[in-house]
C-alpha cells in the first residue's frame, strides 16, 4: 500500500515540472482544437465544457495505457534479470540522482525542460480519437519531462519483480498525473490565466523536487529504497493485502 501511495502522489508532483506547466496551453489547444485565445475566455457553456472534459479524458486515458504497461514492462525484466538486481539499483540510482541534481540546476539538460511534440502548432482537435493520439505522443515524446519522478517509480515498479504490481504502481502513478489535467480541462479558463503566476515560483518548486528526486535516488542506488516505504507503510491507518 505504501508504493501505491508513494506512485499516486509522484504522479501529482510529476505534473509541476519543468516544461508541462509552460506546454499546458499546447496540450489543451492540440487537444481541443481551440486557439489560446479561445482557452482563456471559455464562455459558460455547458456543451463546450463537456467537450473539453471529454478529450482530456481521452488524453489521459492514453499516457496512462502507456505508463501501465511501461510498468508492466519494468516488472517482467527485473524479475527477469533478478540475478542483476545489484547493479540495476545503482545504475538506476545514479540516473535518478543526476536528474533530480539537473532539476536543482547543478546540471542543464535542455532536452528535458523542453518538449517538441510533433504537430505542436497544428489544430489537431477534431474528436475524441486525435486527443488519444495527441495523449500517445505526450507518453512517448514528452515523458523525459517528468523523468525524474517517472524513471524513479519505474524503477520502484520493476523492483517489485512483477509484471501486475509493476502495471499496478504505473497505474496509480498515472492517475496521479491525470488529476491535475482533469482538473486543469473542468477549470481551463481559469488555469490558463494562473500558468504564469505559477512559472514565477517554478525554480522554487523545481529544486524542491529535485532534493526529493536525489534522496530517491539515494536510497535506489544504495538498496534501501524498502526503508521509505516501510517507513510510509507505519503513517498509513490501513493496508491492501496485495503484498505491498
Known amino acids: ?50 467537450y473539453v ?22 516488472g517482467y525484466l527485473a524479475g527477469f534479470l533478478s540475478k542483476y ?21 547543478v546540471f542543464k539538460f ?18 475524441y480519437f486525435s486527443s488519444f493520439i495527441v495523449g500517445l505522443i505526450f507518453a512517448v515524446a514528452c515523458s523525459h519531462c517528468i523523468g525524474p519522478v517517472l524513471y524513479s517509480i519505474l524503477i520502484m515498479a520493476g523492483s517489485l519483480g512483477s509484471i501486475t504490481n509493476g502495471m499496478l504502481v504505473m497505474f496509480l502513478f498515472s492517475i496521479g498525473l491525470a488529476i ?15 500558468i504564469h ?3 514565477r515560483i517554478s525554480k522554487g518548486l523545481n529544486i524542491a523536487t529535485g532534493i526529493i528526486i536525489i534522496g530517491l535516488g539515494v536510497l535506489i542506488l544504495t538498496g534501501n529504497f524498502y526503508l521509505l516505504t516501510a517507513y510510509t507503510a507505519k503513517l498509513l491507518p490501513f493496508k491492501l493485502p496485495i503484498g505491498m
Open 1 to 50: 500500500m505504501s508504493i501505491l501511495l508513494i506512485a499516486f502522489l509522484a504522479g501529482i508532483v510529476s505534473f509541476i515540472s519543468p516544461c508541462i506547466i509552460p506546454m499546458l496551453s499546447v496540450y489543451f489547444s492540440m487537444i481541443t482544437g481551440l486557439s489560446l485565445k479561445e482557452l482563456r475566455n471559455l464562455p459558460e457553456n455547458r456543451t463546450l465544457k463537456k
Open 53 to 74: 472534459l471529454g478529450n482530456t479524458l481521452m488524453f489521459v486515458l492514453a499516457f496512462t495505457i502507456v505508463f501501465t504497461l511501461a510498468g508492466g514492462a519494468a
Open 85 to 105: 538486481g545489484r547493479y540495476f539499483e545503482i545504475l538506476g540510482g545514479s540516473l535518478v540522482i543526476i536528474l533530480g541534481l539537473n532539476l536543482i540546476g
Open 110 to 127: 535542455n532536452f528535458v525542460d523542453r518538449c517538441n511534440m510533433p504537430g505542436q502548432k497544428a489544430k489537431v482537435g477534431s474528436g
Open 180 to 194: 491535475p489535467y482533469i482538473l486543469a480541462g473542468l477549470y481551463m479558463d481559469k488555469i490558463i490565466k494562473l
Open 197 to 199: 503566476k505559477t512559472q
